[in-house]
């Protein structure tokens, strides 16, 4: 089963708007991660926030950790065309320094009509 | 382009034949991962490679698949005797360092379809 859950499952919002996605997760983690994906594509590493991190930014990206609620927030501010894709979050496991492979999501597709 | 690249792009088989995979991580990175994605869900773990030492196999690597990266540079992902519900994107990412904090670079992948 996959360990994150991204909320909404799909987003349609105009362009220069803002989109919020969240993520929850169930065990306990080392970092989450964000990822971009287009369609038919691989996915592209967007920002990583760790554990101890409340809130993290990179450029028109903000991340958010809240890890008593196993939840995390990606804002996309000031949205444009070009950000239509599917978005994943993905969880590192704490595994006691096991190396796992990350665990994903299923995603959020948000759509920005122009 | 030094990104990760997979070939091939697509493929399209007939249930019962074996298929094989090749996947060439960004040349400094050690760490070396296949995922599988059906379509509408997020990638799901298969495998993966610390130099040339397979370290971690996911329950849905059955017997039917096999992986390797011989010399700790390229990896194959092959399977055997393809069923219908073999059909998907097989992705291969690649890492500078296992564990926390590694963010992965995936290739585009390679789909299969299996008829």
């Known amino acids: 089963s996959q360990q994150g859950e991204e909320d909404p499952q799909a987003l349609s919002i105009q362009e220069g708007e803002n989109a919020t996605m969240n993520c929850s997760y169930k065990?306990?983690?080392?970092?989450l991660q964000w990822y971009r994906q287009n369609s038919g594509r691989g996915l592209v590493h967007l920002i990583l926030i760790r554990s101890n991190e409340r809130e993290k930014h990179s450029g028109r990206l903000r991340v958010t950790l809240d890890t008593s609620k196993k939840s995390s927030s990606l804002l996309i501010t000031a949205s444009r065309a070009a950000d239509t894709a599917s978005y994943f979050c993905?969880?590192?496991?704490?595994?006691?320094?096991?190396?796992?492979?990350?665990?994903f999501g299923k995603g959020t597709h948000l759509i920005i009509q122009p | 382009d030094t990104g990760v690249s997979q070939d091939p792009r697509h493929k399209i088989t007939k249930r019962g034949q074996n298929v094989t995979f090749r996947c060439d991580p960004i040349s400094e990175h050690n760490r070396l991962y296949w995922y599988r994605q059906t379509l509408g869900q997020g990638p799901e773990f298969l495998t993966y490679?610390?130099?040339?030492?397979?370290?971690?196999k996911s329950r849905l690597l059955s017997d039917r698949f096999s992986a390797e990266r011989p010399k700790g540079s390229f990896s194959t992902l092959e399977i055997q005797r393809t069923e219908q519900g073999d059909s998907a994107m097989y992705l291969c990412?690649?890492?500078?360092?296992?564990?926390?904090?590694?963010?992965?670079?995936f290739g585009n992948g390679t789909r299969l379809t299996v008829t």
């Open positions: 490679f610390q130099n040339e030492a397979q370290l971690e």
């Open positions: 990412a690649s890492s500078l360092t296992g564990g926390n904090n590694s963010p992965l670079h």
């Open positions: 993905a969880t590192d496991p704490y595994s006691g320094g096991g190396a796992d492979g990350l665990t």
């Open positions: 065990t306990s983690i080392n970092n």
